[in-house]
């Protein structure tokens, strides 16, 4: 198989505050993994990509500052939302792929986490 | 351009039935990858299957296959002997060589089927 975990599966907390969201591959290695936002009723949009060992590479518009990556070991990259504002209020959804160097490579989805910023 | 369109926002089909998801793509590359995944309400995304730019045969896992039209640029998911639980988001991706593997997404089809 080839399962992902995400970790919370839902957080509410306070402005101005960040908070941490940890996606790890359960039963394989991934050395590239994806980090999506999702508004209700709308697409995922890819917010980075995170690569083990090296700085992520974020997307255009996407805040390097305000969502830190970290992608510290071959099975957990994280996802920091910095001093958070309800603006951030999101559904972040990670994913990962066995072999991500390969553009025919399936990318497995974490849970996903409802981040609600009050 | 977008790189994939979905013109259908939402779809009914009666349970035991068939029923065709659209999907078109926009993309330069000779070599890209295409991907349909599930959304229930839950919110996690499941992949359903997936069909390679080079693939001659359609792509078929159980009760889903892809109708690749290559031609058109198409690459239409169809469900067959719908049933209760099929009712979800779907959405078509893309991934390119060119473009370093990024899972591009559709606007999505929301699902319902009819008891």
């Known amino acids: 198989g080839a399962v992902v975990s995400q970790h919370p599966s839902w957080v509410i907390c306070k402005s101005g505050t960040s908070v941490k969201i940890e996606c790890r591959s359960l039963d394989f290695q991934a050395t590239t993994m994806f980090w999506y936002r999702q508004f209700p009723k709308q697409s995922l949009m890819l917010m980075a990509t995170?690569?083990?060992?090296?700085?992520?590479?974020?997307e255009q518009g996407v805040e390097k500052d305000k969502f830190l990556i970290n992608h510290a070991s071959l099975t957990l990259s994280t996802l920091t939302v910095t001093s958070a504002h309800p603006e951030d209020s999101s559904f972040y959804i990670c994913?990962?792929?066995?072999?991500?160097?390969?553009?025919?490579?399936?990318?497995?989805f974490g849970p996903g986490t409802r981040l609600t910023v009050l | 351009a977008q790189k994939i369109t979905q013109t259908q926002p939402g779809m009914f089909v009666q349970e035991k039935e068939a029923v065709t998801l659209d999907c078109t793509y926009d993309t330069s590359d000779q070599s890209y990858g295409l991907f349909w995944y599930k959304q229930p309400s839950s919110g996690e995304m499941i992949f359903l299957i997936y069909q390679g730019s080079y693939d001659e045969q359609n792509a078929t896992e159980g009760r889903y296959s892809l109708n690749f039209q290559k031609a058109r640029k198409s690459a239409n998911l169809v469900i067959s002997a719908s049933q209760l639980g099929d009712s979800a988001m779907y959405f078509c991706?893309?991934?390119?060589?060119?473009?370093?593997?990024?899972?591009?997404f559709g606007s999505g089809t929301r699902l319902l089927v009819r008891p």
């Open positions: 995170s690569n083990e060992g090296s700085k992520a590479t974020y």
């Open positions: 991706a893309i991934t390119e060589k060119d473009s370093s593997y990024k899972l591009i």
């Open positions: 994913s990962a792929g066995k072999d991500a160097g390969d553009f025919t490579d399936t990318q497995y």
